[in-house]
């Protein structure tokens, strides 16, 4: 895998974000976002997180998964987004779906959120284990990857 090879077609990818195209839309998100760390701010910011926002509400659960990822992936290589993607990251839990698409949703959800703990801020840490302990105490998928998340956290 190498991204860098990429990086000299970003705006391409970054029109095919806004494809009426599901398939172009995912590879779009997707080479967006691991080219995250390569692109310098330049031209990878709040439109493309506005882009992955909207897909957290799309009813093409496929869209809403690779909105999630990405939000995650850009997160994790620019701090500078941490709180917003978060505070993203944490509405899916009240996006109207369907109970069984919403907790598979929740759980690629807790499955970021446990790759992003170690480099977030204290207030962004005390607010994400906040939200995995509510999780946590749900039923389900989602309910377990977010306990042991807790209990990985727990053990140090």
Do not use: Y
Request: proline share 2%.
């Amino acid at each position: 895998h190498r991204p860098e090879w990429l990086v000299g077609e970003l705006d391409f990818f970054l029109a095919m974000l806004n494809s009426d195209e599901n398939i172009w839309k995912w590879a779009a998100m997707d080479v967006v976002g691991h080219l995250a760390g390569l692109d310098g701010g330049k031209k990878i910011g709040d439109g493309v997180i506005k882009v992955l926002t909207a897909g957290l509400h799309d009813e093409a659960m496929v869209t809403a998964a690779h909105g999630i990822d990405n939000l995650v992936r850009i997160a994790m290589m620019r701090t500078a987004f941490h709180s917003q993607a978060l505070a993203e990251l944490f509405r899916v839990e009240s996006i109207p779906r369907r109970a069984s698409c919403r907790e598979v949703l929740l759980g690629k959800v807790a499955d970021g959120l446990g790759r992003l703990l170690p480099s977030l801020s204290a207030v962004n840490h005390a607010a994400t284990l906040t939200f995995l302990n509510r999780l946590a105490r749900s039923d389900g998928r989602a309910g377990s990857k977010a306990a042991k998340i807790i209990r990985k956290l727990d053990r140090g």
